[in-house]
């Protein structure tokens, strides 16, 4: 079985702009989360999507958003990217909650 | 609100000692409890959960882990250090109300010396 995907891998982008990150969770997941990982802050809880639905979130800004599409397919979207926005972003899936949630390899956002 | 606590940003072993790493948590209802190991440029892997029953949990690489609930600890333990080892370890918790949100603690740096 095909694990959780992301992408792109890397992405670099300037103050200011927006980018859309992608995640494709294991084939019959029905939840995938989204985090954010910093030197500084660590691994910090961004959203969590389930059928469609945002069923629960971070402490995040509105700039954060996400959705997630009827084959589960998710999407975050970071608008007006700040300096700090500049992170590993990690989307994990799970068959449903509450159960173990596996990890995608990340997509590496530099903001310059 | 939950919150967990690793004890050490950094841990050296030497090749075939014993490794073990701390890990306390706080949380106002039953936890679900998660080691994950990060290897450099990659996404989390879990190495074994406690959820309900046994409360000692092996997981993959020869790891393991005891839930003590007296002393709200979840410490992972690995009888001989391998080389291959050498990673980020993150334990988590989240609620059994059903919440998929997992609150982690800061990481512990493990560092195998041959």
């Known amino acids: 079985k095909a694990g959780v995907t992301q992408t792109p891998r890397y992405l670099i982008k300037t103050r200011g702009q927006q980018v859309t990150l992608s995640c494709s969770p294991i084939?019959?997941?029905?939840?995938v989360s989204w985090y954010q990982q910093t030197p500084g802050q660590g691994l910090q809880f961004l959203f969590e999507y389930f059928s469609e639905t945002q069923r629960n979130k971070g402490n995040f800004p509105g700039r954060f958003s996400g959705r997630q599409f009827s084959n589960s397919r998710s999407e975050m979207n970071v608008s007006t990217l700040e300096l700090g926005d500049s992170a590993l972003y990690l989307c994990?899936?799970?068959?449903?909650?509450?159960?173990?949630?596996?990890f995608g390899p990340g997509t590496r956002l530099t903001v310059l | 609100a939950q919150s967990v606590t690793q004890l050490g940003s950094h841990v050296s072993v030497s090749e075939g000692a014993l490794v073990l790493l701390r890990c306390n948590y706080s949380?106002?209802?039953?936890?679900?409890l998660f080691w994950y190991v990060q290897y450099p440029n990659q996404g989390l892997q879990l190495l074994l959960k406690y959820t309900t029953g046994a409360t000692l949990v092996k997981g993959i690489n020869g790891f393991e882990a005891e839930f003590k609930k007296s002393e709200t600890s979840f410490h992972l333990t690995k009888p001989s250090a391998h080389m291959s080892d050498a990673a980020e370890y993150f334990c988590?918790?989240?609620?059994?109300?059903?919440?998929?949100?997992?609150?982690f603690g800061k990481g512990t740096k493990l560092t195998v010396n041959p």
């Open positions: 988590a918790v989240s609620d059994q109300g059903g919440s998929e949100k997992l609150v």
């Open positions: 949380s106002s209802v039953p936890p679900y």
């Open positions: 084939s019959g997941h029905r939840s």
């Open positions: 994990a899936s799970s068959l449903a909650a509450p159960d173990t949630q596996y």
